[in-house]
Structures are given as structure tokens and as C-alpha cells.
């Protein structure tokens, strides 16, 4: 099975910005909604945005609106997520996740998305 690709993270001091990228599957990718979770050391997954690829519709967490914004590269079927005024709060495991017919009332749950990257690591520390 195809997965998502992520790649971007890194380690930045708090105020600064990361680009997160992930390559999507690339099957029947404008079916896709395509979301961002992460996990922080001892903590559960959490849902940080998604995006769905056809209406370019997104939604976010209520931690990184208006800091984080989602999008997507239609030539590449990539989704980034640009990160921006960084916290150490931010510092987790970031996740690409796809999935199709995600519904609306579904689309934070991290168990409704069943095509998962590896994951990359986001460390925001002074």
C-alpha cells in the first residue's frame, strides 16, 4: 500500500517557522482529504489541520490558527503545512494522514484517516 511522505521538520528556536511537506499517495488523490496530526511524548495524537484536495476547504485546531496554515501543491499532489511563530508546546511528532470520504464530523479524528506517513520530528527550544 502507498503511504504519505512527510519531510521539513527540524529543530527551531520559538518565534521561528518550518515548512512541513507531504507527498500524497497519489491514487484518486482529488477523493483525498489529507490531514496533520501530531504526538508529543506521553500524550495522544491530536489533530492540527486538513485540508480536502477538490474544494480546497480547510480546518484547523484551535491551538495553531492563525500560525499554521495548510495548502496544497495540485502539480506536485503535495500538502504543506507552513508552520509559523513557532512554540515549545508545538515540539511532537508530525503526521500526514489521507483518507477518503472523510465526513465533516470526522475529519479531527485521527482513526477515521487509514493511510499514515511515518512522521517527522518538529523540536521548538530555546
Known amino acids: 500500500q502507498v503511504q504519505p511522505v512527510e519531510s521539513g521538520g527540524g529543530s527551531v528556536r520559538p518565534g521561528e517557522s518550518l515548512r512541513l511537506s507531504c507527498a500524497a499517495s497519489g491514487r484518486a488523490v482529488s477523493q483525498y482529504t489529507v490531514a496533520w496530526f501530531r504526538q508529543a511524548p506521553g500524550k495522544e495524537k491530536e489533530f492540527v489541520a486538513a485540508i480536502r484536495w477538490r474544494s480546497r476547504h480547510t480546518y484547523y485546531a484551535d491551538s495553531v490558527k492563525g500560525r499554521f496554515t495548510i495548502s496544497r501543491d495540485n502539480p506536485e499532489n503535495a500538502v504543506t503545512l507552513q508552520m509559523n511563530s513557532l512554540k515549545p508546546e508545538d515540539t511532537a511528532v508530525y503526521y500526514c494522514?489521507?483518507?477518503?470520504?472523510?465526513?465533516?464530523?470526522?475529519?479531527?479524528?485521527?482513526?477515521?484517516?487509514?493511510?499514515w506517513g511515518q512522521g517527522t520530528q518538529v523540536t521548538v527550544s530555546s
Open positions: 494522514a489521507e483518507d477518503t470520504g472523510v465526513i465533516l464530523s470526522s475529519i479531527r479524528g485521527a482513526s477515521n484517516y487509514h493511510s
